[in-house]
């Protein structure tokens, strides 16, 4: 790709950014798994017919609602496995949780995700019931592209859809990417496969969000400037929904997930207070 703009290209490589990663990673993966083996859980049920198509259930003891977690990757990388760990203390908040897998690029579009995500919703919509799921109140919550999905899936026209979307009591966007015009100009889009139209038309910034949910949005203050300016121009874009933003001391594009983990992190008591 000769358009590739190096100054675009470090900004958006947040793995490259935070040398360390691969033990972040590591961690989360053991973490998710030994949590996974103790824990009260459905997995891998199928909301769709494609291998990614999956989704997990961590049920609560007396649930008052339900999280749903989006994990991130770009798109293209990762799985819902890595972030089993964030289960733990949404549950002992008596929060129930559900863990969505999605098809990945270049394998998929990225309009194929939002889709995936809006399908595995109406999914947990029409059967989570029968695996004790509480789905009066739900919360949305996601990481980096999982922080663009879930904004994506506050833009739905639910009623399309034929849910009611009054379910959705408030999200959670952990260092979200809002606007996706700036990846036209970095490597990473020999996998997304984006133009300049799908770019705005995937980029929560232009859209209008069809809920009154109240959304949260986070991201560390030690990460890339562009990265915070996402979630700038994001509270700029939804003055009305995204009322409560935060750039947290000490965190980069990756511990912005430990420190959601953490009971009296300011987004986690948000999603605690979703669920009076």
Excluded at 38 to 63: Q, V
Excluded at 249 to 262: L, S, W
Aim: charged share 15%; with cysteine.
């Amino acid at each position: 790709m000769s358009d590739i703009d190096p100054a675009l290209e470090r900004e958006y490589n947040n793995r490259a950014l935070v040398p360390e990663h691969p033990a972040i990673l590591e961690r989360w993966r053991e973490s998710s798994a030994a949590f996974r083996n103790r824990a009260n859980a459905t997995l891998d049920l199928a909301y769709g017919t494609a291998p990614r198509h999956r989704l997990d259930l961590f049920h609560a003891a007396n649930p008052r609602g339900t999280v749903v977690f989006i994990h991130g990757g770009y798109w293209r990388s990762l799985d819902k496995s890595f972030f089993s760990f964030l289960a733990e203390p949404l549950m002992n908040a008596g929060l129930s949780v559900a863990a969505f897998n999605y098809r990945l690029c270049p394998d998929a579009t990225i309009p194929s995700v939002v889709d995936d995500c809006r399908q595995a919703f109406v999914w947990l919509l029409a059967n989570g019931g029968q695996y004790n799921m509480p789905l009066k109140r739900i919360a949305l919550t996601g990481h980096s592209a999982g922080g663009h999905l879930v904004a994506m899936l506050l833009t739905t026209d639910w009623q399309r859809h034929g849910v009611d979307s009054g379910c959705i009591v408030g999200a959670v966007a952990l260092s979200g990417v809002f606007e996706l015009a700036p990846l036209l100009q970095c490597s990473m889009n020999a996998d997304l496969h984006l133009d300049p139209s799908m770019a705005r038309t995937m980029s929560p910034v232009h859209l209008s969000p069809r809920t009154d949910a109240p959304l949260w949005l986070s991201c560390g203050a030690d990460e890339s400037l562009a990265f915070r300016t996402q979630t700038r121009s994001m509270h700029t874009a939804w003055p009305k929904t995204a009322a409560q933003s935060d750039e947290v001391t000490g965190c980069n594009h990756f511990t912005i997930v430990d420190h959601f983990a953490q009971p009296a992190s300011a987004s986690q008591q948000f999603i605690h207070r979703l669920f009076p």
